[in-house]
């Protein structure tokens, strides 16, 4: 038998979540609930950094990045999730689980280098606060942004053709809600071995890296704050940096559970598991958790609501 690199499957079949359909119609509705939430609490924090020049600062320029991510990533991932459920289960093409993939792990790439960059942000803001406008100007938090993109766009491009490299012709039934590289690079009919190295190589570089800046700034962060004199400026600090560190907690170890563990595809199960948190629940809570105790949040959102108040008056 010859080995044509030939895509024989059209399309993939993500099996049901659950077959209880009541479950399946009580899950819908949660996800739709969340999905609303989601893109209605990031829009949200993109429009308030947009209008109220108070939040022109670099912590929130970061947040409104992070939040632009977040729709761009859910909106990829859950609308299939969606349809899977209200149907039993769903087909996508082989063309758009690969654009699934591409997308999905772009986003990821660039939120992981995205939350290293918000960590040095506070440790500049922090640790460095005379040196903080010059060092964390206009033009590096462009550069820090445009360079968190570029590192999500090369891994995705890696990994993507390295699982494009081989062919695809026997089983095609995922069980699972969405197309992932370590998923769908379990269904090709070829010895993906080395494809496998370099796709655990690259992701553990792209949560090891990030999380190795996120864990030293915010070593330093702690050092610093303990020698802080005043309780007050100590809160302060302690409450703007919990709230990043939840999240990073809850996405960089949902996403090495995923990615970082050998053969992370062969236990698809405890992969639906894993990828529940970084794609239903950190979306979610990543505007709720930077906002919901933040004063200048709360202040443009008034200011907002204010002004939408008075304009049919006006």
Excluded at 72 to 86: A, K, R
Excluded at 277 to 304: F, G, S
């Amino acid at each position: 038998m010859g080995t044509e690199n030939i895509t024989a499957v059209r399309e993939f079949i993500f099996m049901a979540i659950s077959k209880d359909h009541k479950k399946q119609i009580l899950l819908f509705m949660v996800i739709v609930i969340i999905y609303f939430l989601t893109m209605m609490g990031n829009l949200l924090i993109i429009l308030l950094v947009q209008m109220d020049s108070r939040l022109h600062t670099p912590m929130y320029f970061f947040l409104m990045n992070l939040s632009g991510l977040e729709v761009c990533f859910v909106t990829c991932t859950m609308p299939q999730m969606l349809v899977n459920l209200l149907n039993g289960n769903g087909a996508i093409s082989f063309t758009r689980c690969i654009a699934q993939m591409y997308v999905g792990t772009t986003a990821g790439g660039t939120e992981c280098l995205l939350l290293a960059a918000m960590a040095y942000d506070r440790y500049l803001a922090i640790c460095c606060p005379l040196q903080y406008a010059v060092a964390m100007g206009r033009l590096r938090q462009l550069q820090l942004a445009s360079a968190s993109l570029l590192g999500g766009f090369l891994i995705a491009t890696i990994n993507v053709s390295c699982t494009l490299r081989h062919p695809f012709c026997g089983p095609n039934h995922i069980n699972h809600f969405c197309c992932e590289v370590p998923i769908v690079l379990k269904f090709a009919c070829a010895d993906t071995r080395l494809t496998e190295i370099i796709v655990s190589v690259t992701s553990i570089l792209i949560l090891v890296g990030p999380l190795s800046v996120i864990l030293t700034s915010y070593g330093l962060i702690l050092s610093t704050v303990l020698q802080m004199q005043s309780a007050t400026s100590q809160r302060k600090a302690f409450s703007t940096c919990t709230s990043h560190l939840v999240v990073v907690t809850m996405f960089f170890g949902s996403a090495i559970a995923m990615y970082g563990r050998p053969n992370s595809g062969s236990v698809p199960n405890a992969g639906r598991h894993f990828a529940i948190v970084y794609i239903v629940i950190t979306p979610l809570l990543n505007p709720v958790i930077y906002t919901l105790r933040n004063k200048d949040v709360h202040q443009a959102l008034a200011k907002v609501l204010k002004r939408q108040t008075l304009t049919p008056n006006g």
